[in-house]
């Protein structure tokens, strides 16, 4: 049996074990074409061969960026990591500066893009990149090669050899992949990752789902490019599950009625949306239907595992399911039943709802230094605990420090920040890493995050936004002499702004404007238009995620005596959101 030990490894056990007719599954137009294990295998060979003619070595770093997640990409994964060369995956949305940051510090040699959205950011920063012999797409593209001509390269058989020799030389220690995440200083940091650490993430994370090996089908949407949608493409290999990618965000309910997966990845955001579309068609209803399904809602609110709230419930929740829940299970294709939720907090009452609908939201935690999982909720052996991030995976060992930092050893933690020992250091503490979160592990071993030790934090779609970065860029405004970016779990970042007021009454006396108070002149629709010219000016700094899409002024001016700054004027964020918890609220709407 093979022995998996490298990435490489999960595909040749596939086929091996399962040899899955439909492995990889992609939609070009409006049909789904499947590729066999075998194919897979065969192309990923054919591309090895293709790449070593075109001089590419062990160690060499080849950027993959693609729009979507489609069958390419593994393909391409595999033909890389075979050589003991690394794989460099880019996030699409960001912007042409980062991309020739990431190309040019990973001194990658070639790129390969989906399409030609990608290519027209590559190509606009490729002269500024002097390590790039090459860029190829996915799609046929006129004016740029196409992926399809290595395949061709590799066809010839002769120097398999050379890549049999190769593949048995990559080490499991050895670095397999660079993954770059934004940092707090703006520019992005390049996390290694060898075979081992994700290989070992794969294993582990196996070992707590419940998934029927060889028989089950996913939809897969979440960006392959970062570390927990990827170790889950790899799991799905070991496990034999039939990987369909969805075509885009948009499609996601239209591909689950087509695929009726078992089981999926998803983020916060997307379960948010997916809860607030049955609430909007729910409150359509009228009458009795209309008194029954927010009945329903009102069960599911209180739903607890392993029959913890006892025989009376149970019955209610059996009778919910039978005339409600049931169709919400159809609408998501009708076989959905294990939901991997992470990249950031999930709401309690939403891991609520959609296990008592029988939809199986299972939450973990981990980070992309950590490849990714540290810890994670499953049903078996009472695993599950809502509000918590679940139990530690095997082979990790995960304490809290004295300030209630989460430190994490283990066979899943980084090699390091690519050229970045400072960094690295900084982190890497007497062989722990040290997450940036709080949290705390209750007596029965669940733990629990309880607060972001650093500033930057997540939206509910799972994005990093560094709020720093943002305010500082957003002060370059005369119009703002404060702001304070807040998101943290919301579906966008938003701002609380204290204007400058000198600033904002020259302003207001030059347009003939006059007002009776400060908050009379904050409220003014001319005040607030001129407020949201220079937000939408400075949003053109920033990636989609991170743009600030709604604010509010404040009436007063932030200072130390009134609790809103420290001594040395930094932001006392806590207090500055309690004081302004009614601006907060009308933003994201909460009541």
Known sequence: MQNITRLFDFPYYQLEQYDLKACLVTKYGDKWIATSTKEYLDKANAISRALLRLGVKANDKIALISMTNRTEW????????????????????????????????????YCFVSCSEIYEKVKAVQDQVPSLKGVYSFDQLSNCKNWEELLELGADTTNQNEVEKLKEAVNPEA????????????????????????????????????????KSKCLSFLPVCHIYERMMIYLYQYTGVSIYYAESMDKISENLKEVSPYLMTAVPRLLEKVYDKIIAKGSELTGIKKKLFFWAIEIGMKYEPYGQNGWW?????ALARKLIFSKWKEGLGGNLSLIGSGSAALQPRLARIFNAAELGVMEGYGLTETAPVISINDMKNGGFRIGSVGRIIENTEVKIASDGEICVKGPQVMMGYYKDPEKTAEVMIDGYFHTGDIGEIDADGFLKITDRKKEMFKTSGGKYVAP????????????????????????????????????????????????????????????????????????????????????????????????????????????IKEIYIDLYNSIYQHS
């Open 74 to 109: 593994n393909i391409m994964d595999i033909g890389i990591l075979q050589l003991g060369a690394q794989n460099v995956p880019i996030y699409p949305t960001i912007s042409q500066e980062d991309y020739a940051y990431v190309l040019n510090h990973s001194e990658s040699k």
């Open 175 to 214: 670095l397999a992949t660079l993954i770059y995440t934004s940092g707090t200083t703006g520019k992005p940091k390049g996390v290694m990752l060898s075979h081992h650490n994700v290989v070992g993430n794969v294993l582990a994370c196996s070992k707590r789902l419940d998934i029927e090996h060889g």
């Open 313 to 317: 419930y149970e019955q209610q929740l």
């Open 468 to 575: 720093q970065l943002l305010e500082n860029r957003f002060k370059q405004s005369r119009f703002i002499e404060q702001i304070m970016v807040v998101g943290e779990g919301e579906k966008m970042p938003a701002a609380l702004i204290q204007p400058d007021f000198m600033f904002l009454k020259d302003w207001a006396k030059r347009h003939q404007l006059t007002f009776s108070s400060d908050a009379e002149m904050i409220k003014d629709p001319k005040v607030l238009a001129r407020f949201q010219e220079d937000v939408d000016s400075a949003n053109e700094h920033f990636a989609k995620w991170e743009k600030v899409k709604q604010f509010r002024l404040t009436q007063d001016v932030w200072s130390i005596a009134g609790g809103h700054l420290t001594p040395t004027m930094k932001l006392k964020r806590k207090v």
